[in-house]
């Protein structure tokens, strides 16, 4: 991340792009055990929160993100009660997840805890719901919370993770998820950020074989527009332990809450790969 004047630039590793984003001020910068957070007062996309100078989450297009990583799990799982969100610290996708009246728990374990602080003072409409009876923030480890799980506890797992590098490595690994089939029920959906379908088609591909290989049986890419991260166009990879991932609930997901990107047509859509991606 480079600095000059009032531009925030990030760039894109191995890609030879970058995306600027101009400020007005710098509102907060501390680093935490785990990272440096930062956030921004930009001109155009209001706040912007970056951890090691990546950007995280902006106020302008964070809901196509969250919406588009809790919404189509949770309505291709038949009746989801029990929810966890394993990272996700600025607590967006907490927040859609239980816009849901069914869910009776939404269990976040996000690893570092100045992420959703620093996100309750500067995000605070994403924190709405933080505190809803049905959801219990852990600050721990995922990946050691996933494999001490009681078997079938939960009905949808939701990795929010950030890129694959560091302690996030972990979160995209076959034994991560061998451990979420086993925490998950009979008819449970696994879902998690899998990156840039034009940068990370790679890293697709090894998540679609690593979720078959821990025993799931059922596995799509959906794809979505995220204008700040990397090349723009982003991803998110579900696997289902009875099959069947296309058949959601259509009918539930036309009768909802408020949503400002996703609905049926658009979860439908999404799961429609350009022919590079098929191959």
Same mark, same amino acid.
């Given at each position: 991340m480079t600095l000059d004047t009032?531009?925030? /630039?990030?760039?894109?590793s191995g890609q030879g792009t970058a995306i600027s984003l101009k400020f007005k001020s710098k509102l907060h910068d501390e680093q935490s055990p785990y990272q440096r957070i930062e956030i921004y007062e930009t001109e155009t996309f209001g706040r912007l929160m970056t951890l090691d100078g990546l950007v995280m989450v902006t106020d302008r297009d964070n809901f196509v993100y969250h919406e588009m990583m809790s919404h189509p799990a949770l309505f291709a799982h038949p009746a989801p009660q029990r929810v966890?969100?394993?990272?996700?610290?600025?607590?967006? /996708?907490?927040r859609e997840v239980l816009k849901h009246d069914g869910?009776?728990?939404?269990?976040?374990?996000?690893?570092?805890?100045?992420? /959703?602080?620093? =996100?309750e003072k500067f995000f605070p409409d994403l924190c709405a719901s933080n505190n809803d009876p049905r959801a219990r923030l852990r600050f721990d480890d995922g990946i050691a919370w996933v494999a001490k799980a009681t078997p079938e506890s939960y009905d949808v797992i939701i990795i929010d993770s950030t890129d694959p590098v560091g302690p996030a490595a972990g979160l995209f690994s076959e034994a991560f998820y061998r451990n979420c089939f086993k925490a998950l029920g009979p008819?449970?959906?696994?879902?998690?950020?899998?990156?840039?379908?034009?940068?990370? =088609?790679?890293?697709?591909?090894? !998540?679609?074989?690593s979720m078959r290989d821990s025993g799931f049986?059922? !596995? =799509?890419?959906?794809?979505?527009?995220?204008?700040?991260?990397?090349?723009?166009?982003?991803?998110?990879?579900? =696997?289902?332990?009875?099959g069947g991932l296309v058949n959601f609930r259509r009918p539930a997901s036309n009768k909802m809450f408020t949503t400002r990107y996703y609905n049926s047509d658009i979860h439908q859509g999404a799961l429609a790969l350009p022919q590079f991606l098929r191959k």
């Amino acid at each position: 991340m480079t600095l000059d004047t009032n531009w925030y /630039t990030e760039e894109w590793s191995g890609q030879g792009t970058a995306i600027s984003l101009k400020f007005k001020s710098k509102l907060h910068d501390e680093q935490s055990p785990y990272q440096r957070i930062e956030i921004y007062e930009t001109e155009t996309f209001g706040r912007l929160m970056t951890l090691d100078g990546l950007v995280m989450v902006t106020d302008r297009d964070n809901f196509v993100y969250h919406e588009m990583m809790s919404h189509p799990a949770l309505f291709a799982h038949p009746a989801p009660q029990r929810v966890l969100v394993i990272g996700g610290g600025d607590c967006g /996708t907490l927040r859609e997840v239980l816009k849901h009246d069914g869910v009776t728990l939404a269990e976040q374990v996000e690893l570092d805890e100045r992420v /959703t602080r620093v =996100a309750e003072k500067f995000f605070p409409d994403l924190c709405a719901s933080n505190n809803d009876p049905r959801a219990r923030l852990r600050f721990d480890d995922g990946i050691a919370w996933v494999a001490k799980a009681t078997p079938e506890s939960y009905d949808v797992i939701i990795i929010d993770s950030t890129d694959p590098v560091g302690p996030a490595a972990g979160l995209f690994s076959e034994a991560f998820y061998r451990n979420c089939f086993k925490a998950l029920g009979p008819q449970g959906i696994l879902v998690g950020q899998s990156e840039s379908p034009l940068f990370h =088609a790679e890293l697709i591909r090894s !998540v679609q074989k690593s979720m078959r290989d821990s025993g799931f049986k059922d !596995v =799509a890419t959906l794809h979505f527009p995220q204008c700040t991260y990397p090349s723009g166009w982003w991803s998110a990879t579900m =696997a289902s332990k009875q099959g069947g991932l296309v058949n959601f609930r259509r009918p539930a997901s036309n009768k909802m809450f408020t949503t400002r990107y996703y609905n049926s047509d658009i979860h439908q859509g999404a799961l429609a790969l350009p022919q590079f991606l098929r191959k």
